[in-house]
Structures are given as C-alpha cells and as structure tokens.
C-alpha cells in the first residue's frame, strides 16, 4: 500500500517483528529518537509509544507468526501504514526470481545499505537466528543472497543430533583449535562462521574489487573485531531500510 504524500508526518514508527524478538523505532526524518526491543510485542506497547509521540506513519514487517490484533490495531490506528510485502513499492530494484518467498527483513537491510552507501556495490550479512548474506550491486540492484543457520540452530543441532556432544553457547573467546570437547564445539562452530564470511567477502570481492560488506544482527558483535576486510557495523540496518522504504511510499 503506497501512502500519499503529506508534509505535516512528522514521525515514522518502524516495526520489525522477527523470529526471536520484536525491534520498534521511531524515526524523526533519518534519526532514531526512540528504539526498543520486545520479546513479544503487544498492542499496549504500540500504545505507550503513542503516548510518548504523534505519529501518523507506520510499517511493519513480520517474519514471524502473523499476530491479527496487532495487524488490526495498526491498520485502524495509523493514517498511513505500510504491511511490507512483496507488493510494496520499494526504492530499489528487486531481482529474487521468489519476492513472495523473500524475507523482508532482508529485503530492509539492502535499502538500507543501498541508502547508507549510494552506488556501491554491497555485501549485507544479517547474524541473526539465520545467517543471511544478501548482495546489491552500484546500481540498487538486488541479486539475491544465501540462508544459512545462525550459532545458536549450529550448536543445537551438534547436541540434539548425536549422542554425547554437549550443548554449548557462544562466547567472544574462542581459539583456532579446541583441546576439550566443549572447546572444541565452540572453536568449530564460532571459526566455522568467521571462515564462511570472510570466505564471502574474498570471493565476491574477486568480481566487485570495490566491494563494501555491512554486518548487521544479534550476534554479529562475536566477529566484528576478527573480521579482516573492513566492516561497516550497523545494528539497526533493518529498522533503517524499513523507514527509507516508509519514506519512499509517502514521498511517492
């Protein structure tokens, strides 16, 4: 739905309602003036933020179960509110052969960084429940991407799938080579997925010399220091292309 234009909005409420948490922002023009993080978000919490800012203009993106009271409260609460589906009018151009099977976390994150870093060609690796790694090229076109588990799906997956193999949890300390088995599940997955990003960035970066990598996500604070491409770390990626989207519907 695109929202007609008019100059008195004043503020943007963003929602991203993913697998593990609830992200909500409101947006004064590209500053973030109030941001929170639910577990579950409520109709209550929509109100309370409503009770703090005026606001007229809303989206909301679910990768999650659809929650229909909170779908109602917005569509009868806001005067222009955006459902980002595959059919939402966005400011770059999307090449995925399946938009109605895109996760539109993902598409958020590459407007964003397409907005952030104008004609350059992008790497955006989301470190979430999933690892997605999603690339648009210098002239704002999307081409697509890889899904991959996330830490917590890799260490669950080495303890419920054999038989004496501890659950393990991720830790910013891990070496090269473990010399315990709980050192050595914690060395494996978390060298695993350094060894995957950068195994990312060299290979494209083969193609697009110029290339410019964005790390987003809960659990991208693990690598950022032991990353050794330079790295533009930015935790509200999504929350920022959602509003830049908002933005382009009511301008346009």
Partial sequence: MACAAKNN???NLCIDNGNSCAKVAVFQSDTIVFQQEYDALSVNNIRDILSQYTIKTCIYCNVGIVEVDLEFFLKTT???????????PIPITNNYLEPQRL????LAAVVAAS?????????????????????????AHYHGG??????ALRFK???NYTQHLPLVHASESFDLLGNTTQQAILSGVMQGVLFEIEGYIVNLKIKYPQLSVFLTGGNAFYFLSRLKSPIFAQKNLVLIGLNRILQFNVKN
């Fill in 9 to 11: 909005l004043h503020f």
């Fill in 78 to 88: 806001f005067q222009c509110v955006i459902f980002l589906d595959e059919h939402t």
């Fill in 103 to 106: 996760g539109k976390d993902r």
């Fill in 115 to 139: 907005y952030l870093k104008k004609q350059t060609d992008i790497l955006v690796i989301d470190a979430g429940t999933a690892i997605t790694y999603d690339f648009i090229d210098a002239h």
């Fill in 146 to 151: 890889n899904i991959a588990p996330g830490l």
């Fill in 157 to 159: 997956s080495l303890h």
